[in-house]
C-alpha cells in the first residue's frame, strides 16, 4: 500500500497545476510559473511511483524502465526551475504594482520596463542552468550505463560508471536545492513583511511546505553515496519520499488554501442554509404541485435528487409557489375565516405564528377547493384578495424564502390549519355528492 502512497500527492499536485491554470492571479508570470512547477512535479511523481517503474519493468525491455526513470527525473528538474522562476515573476508583479502606484511621478514607464528587462534576463538565466542541468544529467547517465535490478539503478564495479551514477543524481540534488532556496528566501522575506493575518499564514504555510521539499529532496544524499560506494541506488521514489512529498503537498495546500478559506467557508455556509431552505419548502410545493401541475418551471425534473445549484433551485421554487398563490387566489373560500376562528379557539396557535396560521389556513382551503375545480360564487374580489395568501411583502429573496419557510412549517405542522383543511375537504366531498346526486 505505501508503494501507492505517490499517487494521491502527484494528483495533487496535478490538479493544482489545473487550478492555477484558471486563476486569477494579477501576474500571469506567477500564474504561469506555478502551473509549470506543480504540473511537473505532480507528472513526475506519477512517473517515478514504483508501480509504474514496475508496470514498463514489465514490458521486458529493460532499458523502457531506466528512461522512465531518467525521464521523471528529468520532469522533476523541470518543476525546479519553474519554482527558481517564481522568484523573478514575483518581483516583477511587485515592480509592476510599485509603478502603478506612483503614476504621478511619470517614471511608470521607465520602471515598468525596468521590471520587464530583469524578468526576462533571469529567465533566460533559469532557462540556461535547466538546459545544462538536463544536459549533464543526461551525458552522466550516458556514462554509467545502468540497468534496473529489481527497483534498484545498478551500473559496473568501475569508479567512474560509480561516480557517475552518483553525480547523476548530485547535479539533480544540488539544482533543486539552489532552486528551493531562492523561493524560500523569496517567502520568508515575503513573510515577515506580512506580519500576522491570513495572508501572513499563508505564506509561513508555504514556506514550511518548502522547508519539507528541502528535505524530501536531501534524502536523495542517500542515492549519491550508495552509488559511489556500490554501484547502486534506488530507482524509483521510495516509503519515506511519500510521507515528505505529502507532507510538502499538505502544507503547500493549507497556504494556498489560508486566503481562501473565509469565501470557501462562506460559499459552503450559503449553500447548506439554500439548501435546508430548500427541502423545507418542499411538502409545501408537492402539495401546491400535485393540484397545479402547470406551476413546475422544469417539468422534466421529476427525481428527488439533491440540486446541483441550491441557491437557483430555491429561487426556482419560491417563483413556482407564488405562481400557486397567485393561481389559487380564484378559489378562495370566504367561509375560510369562520373555519380558523373556530378552529384556533381549540388550537390556539402561538402570538407569533398568527399571521402565518391564518395566510396557511386560506392556502389550505384554496388548494382543496382547487382539487375540485370549483370557484366559490360568493367571493366577491376584494374578499379574494384579502383573504388570498401571500399578503405579508418581503424586500429580499432571503427574507422571502425565511417567510415561506415559516408558511410551509404552520401549513405542514399547525393543528388549526389541519383541521380548516378537514372542513374545506369535507366541503368538497359534500358539494361532489350533490352535485352526482342532481346528475
Do not use: K
Amino acid at each position: 500500500m505505501s508503494n501507492l502512497a505517490l499517487y494521491p500527492v502527484g494528483l495533487f499536485f496535478v490538479l493544482s497545476a489545473a487550478h492555477f491554470a484558471r486563476s486569477r492571479i494579477d501576474s500571469r508570470a506567477t500564474a504561469r510559473y506555478t502551473c509549470y512547477g506543480t504540473a511537473l512535479l505532480g507528472a513526475a511523481l506519477l512517473v517515478l511511483a514504483p508501480p509504474t517503474i514496475r508496470a514498463v519493468q514489465g514490458t521486458g525491455v529493460a532499458v523502457l524502465a531506466v528512461l522512465a526513470i531518467v525521464l521523471g527525473d528529468g520532469l522533476r528538474d523541470g518543476a525546479a526551475a519553474a519554482i527558481r522562476l517564481l522568484v523573478p515573476a514575483l518581483r516583477a508583479a511587485d515592480a509592476a504594482h510599485a509603478a502603478a502606484h506612483a503614476a504621478q511621478t511619470g517614471n511608470t514607464e521607465a520602471a515598468a520596463n525596468a521590471a520587464r528587462a530583469v524578468h526576462r534576463h533571469e529567465v533566460r538565466g533559469g532557462v540556461a542552468l535547466l538546459g545544462t542541468v538536463l544536459g549533464l544529467r543526461l551525458a552522466l547517465i550516458t556514462a554509467a550505463a545502468p540497468g534496473l535490478a529489481g527497483d534498484d539503478l545498478t551500473v559496473g564495479p568501475e569508479l567512474s560508471a560509480r561516480l557517475a551514477l552518483a553525480g547523476y543524481t548530485a547535479v539533480g540534488m544540488l539544482h533543486t536545492t539552489v532552486c528551493l532556496v531562492a523561493l524560500l528566501r523569496e517567502l520568508v522575506r515575503r513573510a515577515r513583511a506580512a506580519g500576522p493575518g491570513r495572508l501572513g499564514t499563508g505564506l509561513r504555510l508555504l514556506t514550511g511546505g518548502l522547508v519539507a521539499g528541502l528535505l524530501w529532496n536531501a534524502w536523495s544524499m542517500d542515492d549519491v553515496l550508495r552509488a559511489a560506494a556500490t554501484g547502486i541506488q534506488d530507482g524509483p521514489e521510495d516509503t519515506l519520499c511519500a510521507v515528505l512529498g505529502g507532507l510538502c503537498a499538505a502544507l503547500i495546500a493549507a497556504g494556498l488554501g489560508s486566503t481562501l478559506w473565509p469565501a470557501v467557508a462562506g460559499a459552503v455556509r450559503g449553500w447548506v442554509h439554500a439548501h435546508r431552505r430548500y427541502r423545507a419548502l418542499t411538502p409545501l410545493w408537492r402539495d401546491l404541485h400535485t393540484v397545479l401541475p402547470q406551476i413546475a418551471l422544469d417539468p422534466a425534473r421529476r427525481l428527488p435528487l439533491p440540486p446541483r445549484d441550491p441557491q437557483f433551485a430555491l429561487y426556482r421554487r419560491i417563483i413556482e409557489i407564488h405562481d400557486a398563490r397567485l393561481i389559487l387566489r380564484q378559489h378562495c373560500d370566504p367561509r375560510t375565516a369562520q373555519w380558523l376562528d373556530q378552529a384556533t379557539r381549540r388550537f390556539p396557535p402561538p402570538c407569533d405564528h398568527a399571521a402565518a396560521t391564518a395566510e396557511a389556513a386560506a392556502l389550505a382551503a384554496a388548494l382543496e377547493l382547487a382539487a375540485s375545480g370549483a370557484v366559490p360564487e360568493a367571493a366577491a374580489p376584494e374578499a379574494v384578495l384579502s383573504a388570498a395568501p401571500g399578503t405579508t411583502a418581503t424586500d429580499t429573496m432571503d427574507g422571502e424564502a425565511e417567510h415561506l419557510a415559516q408558511l410551509a412549517r404552520v401549513y405542514a405542522t399547525c393543528p388549526a390549519v389541519a383541521e380548516v383543511r378537514t372542513r374545506a375537504r369535507a366541503e368538497r366531498a359534500r358539494a361532489a355528492s350533490a352535485a352526482g346526486a342532481l346528475r
